[in-house]
């Protein structure tokens, strides 16, 4: 039973929530689905996956405990609504899904654990999960063992691409390069203080950050430090800040560590408002923790910001908010989360099959038209075509859009010069 089941919504409840959606694919039925119709089990499951006549199983596996849940519980929300909405509008090859929910708990070998679980025992056909890069990369050796499928909706640092992934937020090319080519356009950046939480997308982030800022810019990195997961005392690191005058302050802290660093920053002085900051790692997620009185005139780069005006994203925000609550606020990996179980559906529904080898051989071209971001296409390198955008933070906790892309930007892991 699905999560707006449980909450008691009524069939009326969910057509309306499904007639939202209109831009979504065209609903063939309005009325409750029967499940059962798609080709024979023997035909589109030849693996031993977790698929009946009428039901088709997948992993959901996030931290909703620790310090990484305030950034990963939008990602659960959003994979169970998407999947809701499917199973609203007939499933998959006419399965209704099911879900099985593992909690990584913000820590690694837990990750990792799980994963083996969702594949081994539960046999599920995919998993939409992980945030954090060291998470990833402590699953990525179970599903290439096991040979399952993992939609990973973090931007992250690119440099990897794995036939068992579907990546469905940016790498480098798309959000670090991106964003330090427009800050130091608009901004005329000269200078920049790099601050990162300490483990692998951060670290690596910032090597490619500071590659491109003193070998293509040409401009200068004043100061790098990095903190464990966890950590809220940034005092030492602020002053340095105001001692050394950064053109941009460049941070990709993550997780709870961000309610303390913001708060403590504009206790310290320092305003946002005239001193640049630039962050690829707080979306609005993470603003409803640190207020938007705290981070107010702080750049974001992103793909996705809630306060996007196209259909696509009215209608999301109101199904979203309609099933979680109307105080809940959607940040850019919750909407790439969302992606995650439409693009599988569409991927397994051209390959006709649950199989993944087949699965991910038809990945390739895969499109979703509804996207809350917009348009978006599946890359033969398994990442997303998506444009790039930056927003300024309001005290409202939402970004103000105030830059993208004309196009959909290629997505190039493997940049020449960054590795």
């Given amino acids: ?240 800040i105001k001692l050394t005058k950064p053109d941009v302050i460049y941070a990709i802290i993550v997780g709870g560590s961000n309610v303390a660093f913001y708060k403590q920053l504009k206790a310290a002085g320092i305003d946002l408002s005239k001193q640049t900051l630039l962050t690829i790692s707080v979306t609005e997620d993470e603003i409803d923790g640190i207020g938007g009185e705290n981070i107010a005139g702080a750049y974001a780069c992103m793909k996705y910001f809630q306060s996007l005006n196209n259909e696509n994203n009215k209608a999301f925000v109101t199904a979203f908010k309609k099933m979680w609550g109307e105080k809940t606020v959607i940040g850019d990996v919750t909407q790439a989360a969302y992606l995650g179980p439409w693009l599988w559906k569409a991927t397994v529904e051209k390959a006709n099959s649950f199989d993944v080898d087949k699965v991910a051989a038809a990945s390739p071209g895969v499109e979703f038209k509804g996207a809350p971001e917009g348009y978006v296409r599946i890359h033969e390198n398994h990442h997303l075509w998506s444009k790039t955008r930056v927003g300024r933070a309001k005290l409202d906790g939402q970004y103000e859009l105030i830059f993208e892309t004309a196009n959909l930007v290629e997505p190039d892991p493997f940049p020449k010069g960054y590795q």
């Fill in 1 to 240: 039973m699905s999560d707006a089941q449980d909450r008691g919504l009524s069939l009326v409840d969910r057509r309306k929530l499904l007639m939202g959606m209109a831009a979504l694919p065209a609903l063939s039925l309005l009325s409750t689905p029967v499940f059962g119709a798609g080709p024979p089990t023997s035909v589109v499951n030849t693996t031993g996956l977790a698929v009946t006549d009428t039901e088709v199983t997948v992993g959901i596996l996030h931290s909703v405990t620790g310090t990484m849940a305030i950034s990963e519980t939008g990602s659960v929300q959003a994979e169970k609504l998407a999947i809701d909405q499917i199973n609203a509008m007939g499933g998959v090859l006419g399965r209704k899904i099911k879900f099985v929910q593992e909690d990584g708990g913000s820590d690694w070998p837990t990750f990792a654990e799980k994963a083996k679980k969702l594949l081994v025992n539960d046999k599920c056909a995919s998993v939409m999960g992980c945030w954090t890069s060291a998470s990833r990369k402590a699953v990525l050796p179970v599903f290439e063992q096991y040979n399952g499928m993992l939609y990973y909706p973090t931007f992250y640092e690119g440099l990897e691409q794995s036939k068992n992934v579907i990546y469905t937020g940016q790498e480098a090319t798309q959000q670090i390069i991106a964003g330090l080519d427009w800050v130091a356009k608009e901004k005329g950046a000269k200078t920049f203080y790099l601050l990162g939480s300490d483990y692998i997308w951060p670290r690596t982030s910032n090597k490619i950050a500071r590659k491109h800022i003193e070998n293509n810019m040409k401009t200068k990195v004043v100061g790098e430090e990095y903190f464990p997961l966890g950590h809220t005392q940034f005092n030492s690191v602020i002053n340095k």
